[in-house]
């Protein structure tokens, strides 16, 4: 029975490794794709900041100190005084429309009301300020804009009390220059867990949709199953050929996109930490039993995807059809790899038993170095039930004649 099963995996192994097309699509293209979708990613990225950054704020003022105005332009905006001609509200749907940055309001008794604020009569003048924080340019100017309102505001503290050294209460990490701690370790594995537990159960479902059909269904519709099932060869040495070695296939299609996944993220590490500096050296601190974990995790998700994909195309009459049938669990599998993609909640250990969901919260959970055993276990346990019950029911459905026949 085993030497039944090798020679039909070999020849379905032969199938697709001597046809080039097939091996370039499903084996090199993917890694290739993905490391130049996230350099052009990168490049974007990198020039929107660039962008940003020589961006001149443009700021309307209305009654505002002299002090402010200075301090303003000292910080790079162009300032444009609001005069009596001037509609507010034109001024905030062009803030809206995005041609001014950021609009600030004073209190038209602003400078009296502060000159006397020892007056305990005289209200706190007011300061409103409008912004577009839809818009990179506004937000930008936003945030220099009340560093300058800030310091102007400290700046009259101290002529309140005499001395500007009085308004300043503390230094924050003024000499401190390791404010900022970070585990090396972790953080390379949050930013992969945040993205890479979606693109490679994607990828893994991807491959084996893209041999699945053609191994079952497109037999059947070129007629050459037929022709199989009438030999001597019992049908579950058949079932069991195709499944093992569509499993063979899909796990080296998941590989090739991991490998371009692991050479690609770096592209995007900046903009992923915040500017810190992460390479790829990062993520060789897993040890070996992560990456064991993190191979027994893949194969027994990819189990439950190829049992999926081989049950609907045997029951499919052609390669479309076993598409249409796909379709419905490849947006289940993508509903389930994008819910946990950035969830700050400690799971439940029943949440690893949910089929393919829990796969993927162990992937994430792997990556972070917080995956508990019972995790573990659950996730794995639970994908082989469900994997020998797929295969189970490709076998009984190999053996119904108006299936294999339709």
């Known amino acids: 029975m085993f030497g039944l099963i090798k020679v039909i995996v070999q020849k379905e192994l032969k199938r697709v490794f001597t046809d080039r097309r097939l091996v370039f699509t499903t084996l090199i293209l993917p890694p290739i794709m993905l490391v130049v979708i996230y350099w052009m990613i990168g490049l974007g990225i990198g020039s929107l900041m660039t962008d940003i950054d020589k961006h001149v704020p443009i700021v309307y003022l209305n009654n505002a100190p002299v002090a402010v105005i200075q301090q303003i332009q000292e910080a790079g905006g162009k300032v444009t005084k609001v005069t009596d001609k001037m509609d507010s509200n034109e001024i905030k749907e062009s803030i809206k429309a995005a041609k001014i940055d950021v609009y600030i309001d004073f209190d038209p008794q602003f400078e009296t009301k502060i000159s006397n604020y ?74 992969l867990s945040s993205l890479l537990p979606m693109l490679i159960t994607i990828f893994l479902f991807s491959g084996a949709m893209a041999l699945g059909p053609d191994s079952i269904a497109g037999e059947k519709e070129r007629g050459t199953m037929a022709t199989l099932l009438m030999t001597p060869v019992k049908r579950d040495v058949i079932a ?31 903009s992923y930490t915040g500017g810190m500096d992460l390479n790829i050296t990062d993520y060789v601190k897993y040890g070996f039993y992560d990456f064991a974990m993190l191979l027994l995790v893949l194969i027994a998700m990819e189990g439950i995807f190829v049992g999926l994909i081989s049950v609907a195309s045997v029951i499919a009459r052609n390669v479309k059809e076993a598409g249409t049938y796909i379709l419905p669990i490849y947006f289940l599998v993508m509903i389930a790899s994008f819910s946990n993609m950035y969830s700050t909640q400690v799971p439940s250990d029943i949440e690893y038993a949910i089929p393919i969901y829990g796969n993927v919260l162990a992937i994430k959970n792997i990556l972070t170095y917080s995956l508990s055993t019972t995790g573990f276990f659950l996730s794995i346990g639970v994908s082989l039930v469900l994997t020998v019950a797929l295969v189970y029911l490709i076998k009984i459905l190999f053996e119904k004649e108006s299936v294999m026949f339709n």
């Open 118 to 191: 020892q007056d305990t009569e005289v209200p706190t003048p007011n300061v409103n300020t409008y912004y577009n924080s839809s818009e990179e340019y506004s937000s930008a100017a936003y945030s220099i804009v009340r560093g300058v309102l800030e310091n102007y505001e400290n700046t009259l503290l101290g002529e309140r009390f005499s001395n500007p050294e009085y308004a300043n209460v503390f230094d924050l990490d003024k000499d401190n220059k390791e404010h900022i701690l970070i585990d090396e370790k972790k953080a390379s594995g949050k930013m």
């Open 240 to 270: 069991f050929g195709k499944v093992i070695s569509l499993g063979i296939l899909a796990f080296l299609s998941a590989l090739s996109s991991f490998v371009g996944i692991i050479i690609a993220l770096p592209l995007l590490a900046n």
